[in-house]
């Protein structure tokens, strides 16, 4: 079969004629589907209802230092709390501080004291050196830069590579001294599915920026989400390798529980050196005594150490698989022999991500919509929701049935079909 | 019995020597008590123990809408924990924003949105125009200040009446636009004790701020924490009031199940006028894709009304009571006489706040903590931690055990005459 590209106008008109009836049988079904969630489905969700019941009324709620979980006190999480994110996040407990169910919580808190204070090494608040900067690899996860967006501050977008980031790029960036952190999801990245190659560790491990106090915002939401365990990908550590080149200071880790147990009623956690610990400890004491107490003794009865979290995982894995394996199935089927896509195969997190032909992304997301299957919205993954290149499309199969994935991935296919016909027919 | 003042010097120093002999040998007993905190005690604690009990596997976790609660999404709370915050603010559960465990973290965030963004009917975010300033009624509660001052936000004080804040002088104070707010704890406040009057919170209601975006942040922490249920304070609803004078917008107000259910893994509210709370969920939705729902269920199951609030409430009260009714009888006994001391009865709320002779109380609290009793430090409830007549003395007396509450009283009583014979003495 010809390629899009390699067809003639007569075949290109043909085809989408074809395309178009078929799309028209889609919209008469009045279909209602969704793959804009990166959400846990229900099923996933039942993985963790015991962990409702590992808390009574009969027992004693104290921290193994004695702590009373129910009453005011210990600002930076309980230690056993402390050492299960520890795990997580694969450093030691007295690097981490464990906060509420929300860990885009910490991170705006994070960038909210590096506005109001900057952070060790720097001039003080961002707010008061005028216009400031922070690198958004692109696509990325649309939160993050809104989050960066409503502090005033510019985002600069970096390219992701196959690799991760674009390191060329964000070495040029930060000397300038406006350039005050980077975002990064650094495995199973949010939207590419993608792992940073140790090559990428190693340059974020030597970079040397000019503001005293740049910070590495590394987002490991999906550090234990693999779909295929014991041969997921492997991310190199980044704090081990800032401690290789003196640079711990460099990095702010976080993570959360929010795809692991109960999506919004989990623990959350920043990882960090002892000068930013100190400082975070310091400037988070005025906003709150301490994070929910009771919520890490009943995760940590659940989830005792990384060994439960992973036997956990591997559950939520058996649920997530098929729906991904559906959709990669189906680009193939569908896009395979087209020559206008690509896609990731992500072995793991939330996401996959599809590039079609320049200029067709917003036109094909529209076509869905109008037949009734919502995706994210086109531009999203990137810096003030503006695709350069109007090609990608992020995909998240995990909240809908897999029966729905299905469809919804089919007709996906159809309307980035007909939208780069379109485009090539002018 | 002739008052401190009445005295001569040779009574006052004889005086002196026995109650130096009295402290040596309570110095002798090797203390370790704590009237600093105002936490709740185990007792407390307690009687919410069943709560841990109203959610099991077996559960549905569906709100009444039938949102899961177990997944992301609702940024401003489920319906039922709406309903309940809003009967403990006795608002409108439309007018409430139901948010995690920490109302101050809330009170911060609303500072930090100030800060930066404003508020409706102001010039955008605070820190853009340079030198602003807040209200604090003084002696208040410290960790309001300190809240405000990690903005760099400038600190006024405002004396405290035995009905509220001076509001005379509030006016005046209002007159300025870079005055943008004030604190208020309008029940019970923190730490006298006292219930703002109708004419104060009318007062308040009529309040017309030279700054646009000015707001009343109304901490209304104590609203249902009566010490003798059926016979509380009554405060005058001012977003009522409010309505009446077309200003709903001035306030703010905040809440918390912190010392209702456990201190610390509560929820909590803003309540507002609509908007506010446009406001608040536009820009919260920043920072948080939603507070932990599981939690609010958890609550909304264990206390599902007002009416079940305050049946909890009078196990509270029947805990707290003898404790600050020892408080008072040792105030009494050992002070009552004296005429270089008086003190509050509050009838509700956490603390206990005790006014000595000019330039005493600093003295007083080292005497307490040289014999082992932990007092509040002298000065935390004013701005900057200073108070400036050095004589007010804050009392908790929740947490400590009713034996050593009175212990702790009675030493203090000591230390306070130590201090007050000292200083006529010169």
């Known amino acids: 079969m010809a390629t899009y590209r390699e067809m003639s106008k007569q075949e290109l008109e043909a085809l989408l004629c074809d395309l178009q009836k078929e799309y028209e049988g889609y919209k008469a079904k009045g279909l209602k589907l969704d793959l804009s969630r990166g959400k846990p489905d229900k099923a996933q969700l039942e993985l963790s209802m015991p962990m409702l019941d590992v808390l009574s009324a009969a027992d004693v709620l104290a921290g193994e230092d004695g702590t009373d979980a129910r009453n005011y006190g210990v600002l930076d999480g309980l230690p056993e709390a402390k050492k299960l994110m520890a795990q997580i996040l694969e450093l030691a407990p007295e690097q981490v501080f464990v906060g509420g169910a929300s860990s885009l919580n910490l991170m705006h808190d994070c960038m909210g004291l590096g506005f109001l204070h900057g952070y060790p090494g720097g001039n003080g608040g961002w707010y008061k050196e005028g216009k400031v900067k922070f690198l958004c690899p692109a696509p990325g996860y649309d939160r993050h830069f809104s989050v960066t967006e409503h502090f005033g501050i510019e985002l600069v977008s970096v390219p992701m590579t196959g690799e991760g980031p674009d390191m060329a790029e964000v070495e040029r960036l930060v000397a300038d001294p406006a350039v005050k952190g980077i975002w ?238 379109e485009k090539l027919l002018g």
Chains 1, 2 share one sequence.
């Open 184 to 421: 990064c999801v650094p495995k199973y990245q949010n939207p590419l599915g993608l792992t940073f190659s140790d090559e990428v560790v190693r340059a974020f491990a030597r970079l040397s920026p000019a503001a005293g106090d740049f910070r590495i915002f590394w987002d490991n939401a999906y550090n234990v989400h693999d779909l295929y365990p014991g041969e997921g990908d492997q991310l190199l550590n980044l704090m081990d390798e800032l401690k290789a080149t003196g640079k711990e200071d460099m990095v702010l880790m976080f993570s959360s529980t929010s795809k692991i147990t109960f999506a919004g009623s989990g623990i959350s956690a920043i990882g960090c050196s002892a000068a930013n610990m100190a400082w975070v400890k310091k400037h988070f004491g005025f906003q709150i005594i301490g994070y929910d107490k009771v919520n890490m003794l009943r995760h940590v009865k659940f989830l005792p150490d990384i060994a439960a979290v992973k036997s956990h995982m591997v559950k939520h894995a058996q649920l997530l698989r098929p729906k991904f394996e559906a959709v990669r199935n189906t680009l193939e089927d569908n896009l395979g022999e087209t020559g206008v896509a690509s896609w990731t195969n992500p072995r793991g997190g939330y996401f996959v991500s599809l590039d079609i032909l320049e200029g067709c992304a917003v036109r094909t997301i529209a076509l869905c919509k109008e037949a009734g299957v919502v995706m994210t919205g086109a531009g999203a993954p990137f810096p003030y929701g503006k695709d350069p290149e109007d090609k990608n499309i992020r995909i998240a199969p995990s909240f809908a049935p897999l029966g729905e994935v299905k469809q919804a991935a089919a007709l996906l296919c159809l309307c980035a079909k007909i939208a780069c016909v």
